[in-house]
């Protein structure tokens, strides 16, 4: 049994320009020691399914009006909120994007890291203190004691993400979900934070849920790899499968925008056209307004997510001809 499945999720904005279907019917598994890459362009929907799985879903406008969540033999979304309030932070942790609006500023660091500790955890004011300094050690950020005193504001970016790092793992959670953790922060901060959260996942045994629109650090980082673009999972499979056999228009066109040093060309693979509205999406399949092997099918009925190779699943009506006619050597070796 996998340690979290999300099975046929859909959760929908109610809003006055109409009903914005953010995500629509996703699915997707992660086991423990498992990290599950989710990528695709903002507004697709990555974020709108973490906040989903912890129920943090603003009500109104937002509502999860369909599907399951289950973690440890439960249905997340059927829980009790005084059940999944032990849940959320304990047993699940997640990084939230943009660490100086995602932090108190009115608390100190070491405050925000102590209170998860003493709402999920049997200790004392003293005990909480000394895990607190200890996870800031732990996630790297040198002189804890001192730091454990300081406010957001005081700490760079890099500093402020590993304190957010170090709330979600403050409780040695069994998935963390890490949204965009590396967003905003310098090239050799970015492979300190991920070198870190590899390093702990092995340490404390977790599954991992990343995501990010960042393919290079998908392809460092994941395991399996959800490819999603307005509001649907188009493209699944391992790592390897993603990035060396895409059988999707959207994940060929995702790879060949990627710079490479070895091939002399003038202008880099565009993906033409922008994503569509939530609230008005086309008829049939969500990519055919930008898919250069749109057909009529294509513009009358919607795909499903059919696995067409072993552990290989993709949601396209011409997935034979995506794969035969992609450019080749999308990339590097």
């Known amino acids: 049994m996998p ?40 507004g697709c929907g990555k ?21 399951e969540v289950f973690f440890d033999g439960k249905d997340l979304l059927k829980l009790p909120e005084e059940e999944m309030r032990k849940i959320r932070g304990n047993k699940i942790g997640m990084i939230f994007q943009e660490p100086m609006t995602s932090l108190n500023p009115v608390f100190t660091v070491g405050n925000q890291i102590e209170e998860s500790i003493l709402l ?27 730091r454990y005193g300081e406010y957001p504001h005081q700490l760079s970016g890099g500093m402020r993400q590993r304190v957010m790092i170090a709330i979600a793992l403050s409780c040695n959670p069994d998935i963390l979900i890490a949204d965009e953790p590396t967003t ?5 901060v970015q492979a300190q934070i991920l070198e870190l959260i590899n390093r702990l996942q092995h340490e404390l ?12 650090v998908i392809a460092e980082t994941a395991d399996k790899v959800a490819v999603m673009y307005a509001s649907h999972i188009v493209e699944y499979s391992k790592v390897d499968e993603i990035f060396h056999n895409p059988i999707h228009p959207y994940t060929v066109g995702l790879l060949g925008s990627i ?3 070895n091939v002399e060309t003038d202008r880099l693979m565009t993906i033409e056209g922008t994503v569509p509205s939530p609230v008005n999406f086309p008829i ?15 513009y009358k009925d919607e795909p499903a997510l059919i696995e067409h190779e072993p552990g290989h699943f993709a949601a396209c009506h011409h997935w034979e001809k995506v794969k035969a006619e992609r450019p080749a050597n999308l990339v590097e070796a």
């Open 3 to 42: 340690l979290l499945e999300v099975k046929h999720l859909k959760t929908y904005f109610f809003t006055d320009d109409g009903v914005a279907k953010s995500v629509d019917d996703v699915s997707y598994t992660v086991d423990r020691r498992e990290t599950l890459g989710v990528v695709g362009e903002s």
């Open 284 to 298: 049939g399949c969500n990519f055919n307004t930008r898919c250069a092997w749109a057909t009529e099918v294509c």
């Open 184 to 188: 905003a922060l310098d090239v050799t």
């Open 259 to 261: 710079p490479k040093l």
């Open 47 to 67: 974020s709108v399914t973490a906040l989903s799985i912890m129920r943090l879903i603003p009500d109104p406008p937002g509502k999860t009006v369909g599907g």
């Open 120 to 146: 999920h955890q049997k200790v004392t004011k003293a005990e909480a203190r000394e895990k607190a300094i200890e996870m800031l050690r732990l996630v790297g950020i040198p002189a804890p004691e001192q």
């Open 205 to 216: 045994g977790m599954g991992v849920i990343l995501i990010t629109h960042d393919l290079g």
